[in-house]
């Protein structure tokens, strides 16, 4: 099983890919899933969220969950 | 309460009144704001000559949605109608309707002002410009 990891905007562009597939094992918190798809730290401004909730970094994922990063939001 | 993200151009004045018409017919209602924001042409001192504006399917509705239920409990406001435009958009195209409902003026004004703000600060949405010189993301929205 796996997690379903997301980018949107210019995290999107900088990791070059919208989706990845991550292998759960080993998989605790958001913060986890990071290091599985990146060699950087986390920036301080990038947002999480876990199956479509906001999420703080040290949240526990599991087994099929879907996480998102993006960078502060833009819209209105 | 309705709450959508819109690929295509929308007309925000026709919206209301349609959504007045169907979803409010009877006299409970004595009082709407309205607040329309569109695309300017200038930005942190550039002219700006379209914009890509990018949402989370399936979060950023749901996330809406959550702000307009805590708008109606916190205001006791009657109904909303919240649109929001994504693609590609150029100067003077609407991005933005939230329209509010309400037996009295104070709770309409303050809900709607509020939905906008938590809208701008939490929605998961992103502008992307073209400027002469080519793109780039937003880093951060006005404020106010």
Redesign the interface.
């Known amino acids: 099983m796996s997690i379903n990891v997301?980018f949107?905007?210019?995290l999107r562009e900088r990791v070059g890919s919208a989706t990845l597939l991550v292998e759960a094992e080993g998989i605790r918190t958001a913060r986890d899933v990071w290091a599985a798809v990146s060699d950087q730290p986390v920036d301080e401004d990038v947002?999480v969220?876990i199956n479509?909730?906001?999420a703080a970094l040290d949240r526990p994922v599991a087994d099929g969950d879907e996480v998102?990063f993006?960078?502060?939001?833009?819209?209105? | 309460m309705h709450v959508d993200i819109r690929p295509e151009p929308f007309d925000p004045w026709q919206e209301v009144a349609a959504y007045r018409a169907v979803q409010l017919a009877g006299g409970a209602i004595g009082a709407c704001a309205v607040f329309v924001?569109t695309m300017r042409d200038f930005n942190e001192g550039d002219s700006v000559q379209a914009m890509q504006?990018?949402?989370?399917p399936?979060?950023t509705e749901?996330?809406l949605a959550a702000l307009v239920e805590q708008a109606i409990t916190t205001h006791e406001l009657s109904d909303a109608l919240v649109l929001?435009r994504v693609g590609k958009l150029t100067p003077g195209a609407d991005?933005?309707l939230v329209a509010t409902f309400s037996a009295h003026r104070k709770t309409a004004f303050d809900a709607c002002r509020e939905i906008?703000e938590a809208?701008?600060?939490?929605?998961?949405?992103?502008?992307?410009e073209t400027l002469a010189s080519g793109e780039r993301?937003?880093?951060?929205?006005t404020p106010g």
């Open positions: 997301r949107f905007a210019s947002l969220a479509k909730d906001y998102a993006f960078p502060p939001v833009t819209g209105g | 924001g504006l990018e949402h989370y399936g979060m749901k996330h929001h991005i933005v906008m809208l701008k600060s939490s929605a998961p949405l992103w502008k992307k993301w937003v880093a951060e929205n």
